[in-house]
Nanobody, 126 residues
Framework: QVQLVESGGGLVQAGGSLRLSCAAS????????MGWFRQAPGKEREFVAA????????YYADSVKGRFTISRDNAKNTVYLQMNSLKPEDTAVYYC???????????????????WGRGTQVTVSS
């Protein structure tokens, strides 16, 4: 079992930055691929970024590539999402998720993730 708690969300002006953190409990964190997803009001949950178990491979949605950076610290059981040059369209609830399988290639599909946090709100004002 993996339990996830996100933090770091808030209100920021367009062009600003935020760093989200996702703290995980459980002994299997270091073997899991981790993903960040987001959901805006009235929209479906969408993929933002993912990282493999070692941190050696990262994947991004086209909409955030070059602005967001995903990273992890397995010693701290934490995954991060550094968000720069934020835009109003980045406004959403951001969720972190842990993969179902161990040592798997990260997926862009939420169905491949079994464990989810409750989310943290990010609001970008124009």
């Amino acid at each position: 079992q993996v339990q996830l708690v996100e933090s770091g969300g808030g209100l920021v002006q367009a062009g600003g930055s935020l760093r989200l953190s996702c703290a995980a409990s459980g002994r299997t964190f270091s073997s899991k691929a981790m993903g960040w997803f987001r959901q805006a009001p009235g929209k479906e949950r969408e993929f933002v970024a993912a990282i493999n178990w070692s941190g050696g491979s990262t994947y991004y949605a086209d909409s955030v590539k070059g602005r967001f950076t995903i990273s992890r610290d397995n010693a701290k059981n934490t995954v991060y999402l550094q968000m720069n040059s934020l835009k109003p369209e980045d406004t959403a609830v951001y969720y972190c998720a842990a993969s179902r399988a161990a040592y798997s290639t990260p997926s862009r599909s939420p169905v491949e993730y079994s464990y989810w946090g409750r989310g943290t709100q990010v609001t970008v004002s124009s």
